[in-house]
């Protein structure tokens, strides 16, 4: 089975700073690999997504995150955190042997300091 | 650009009282999921829809909940009798197939007295 675990329940991160959302993921054959953001009482939005084809994944307001195999590793960047990424972010796992059920991790939380 | 579209988006009721939730997923998607996303965690698989044939309800608590797909477009999930346990965020999603993309909609947030 898939699992996804993401360190670190909340976040928080100064005006113009790096941004660093860990995912650790479990499983036992070539995952996908998803990450998600959503804000207050809205639903999940793809940020970016990890398909077996490049290990650095550009995705959507400047965020990108690395696929990294040895590390089971998907850890989510930004160079520059700005005011309106302060959000929920979540990490997810499918794969085929388990009918692409999407295992989601229990978020994080960014704060975005002034 | 198409949307998941769900009603109603806050719903109050009381314990033992039906709620129904109502989702329309994105134009030709033929996957449809139901989550529930308990606050401060993350979603859980409900149900999978491909077309109008469920494919996965094996976490469904189906003595209170159930779901349909009658036309495999539009889909209803409904709770009945809600239990206090059941507030949370009821989300649904859609995608071309089971391998693809899933988008999600806005959510219903549910509230049990």
């Known amino acids: 089975a898939q699992s996804v675990t993401q360190l670190g329940s909340h976040v928080s991160v100064s005006e113009g700073a790096l941004v660093l959302l860990r995912c650790n993921y479990s499983?036992?054959?070539?995952?996908?690999l998803f990450w998600y953001v959503q804000y207050p009482n809205q639903g999940l939005q793809l940020l970016l997504k990890?398909?077996?084809?490049?290990?650095l994944v550009k995705g959507i307001n400047g965020f990108e995150a690395e696929f990294k195999k040895s590390e089971t590793s998907f850890h989510l960047t930004k160079p520059s955190a700005h005011m309106s990424d302060a959000a929920e972010y979540f990490c997810?796992?499918?794969?085929?042997?388990?009918?692409?059920?999407?295992?989601f991790g229990t978020g994080t939380s960014l704060t975005v300091i002034p | 650009e198409a949307e998941v579209a769900q009603s109603p988006r806050y719903k109050i009721t009381e314990k033992s009282q039906a709620v129904a939730f109502w989702c329309d997923p994105i134009?030709?998607?033929?996957?449809l999921y139901w989550y529930r996303q308990i606050l401060g965690q993350g979603p859980e698989l409900l149900v999978q829809?491909?077309?109008?044939?469920?494919?996965?309800d094996s976490q469904l608590p189906k003595d209170r909940f159930s779901a349909e797909r009658l036309k495999g477009v539009d889909s209803t999930l409904k709770i009945q009798p809600a239990e206090l346990g059941d507030s949370a965020m009821y989300l649904c999603?859609?995608?071309?197939?089971?391998?693809?993309?899933?988008?999600f909609g806005p959510g219903t947030r549910l509230l049990v007295l």
């Open positions: 997810a796992v499918s794969a085929p042997n388990t009918g692409n059920q999407f295992y």
């Open positions: 499983s036992s054959v070539p995952p996908y």
């Open positions: 134009s030709g998607h033929a996957t």
């Open positions: 999603a859609s995608s071309t197939d089971s391998q693809e993309t899933q988008y």
């Open positions: 990890y398909t077996s084809a490049a290990t």
């Open positions: 829809f491909q077309d109008e044939s469920v494919v996965d």
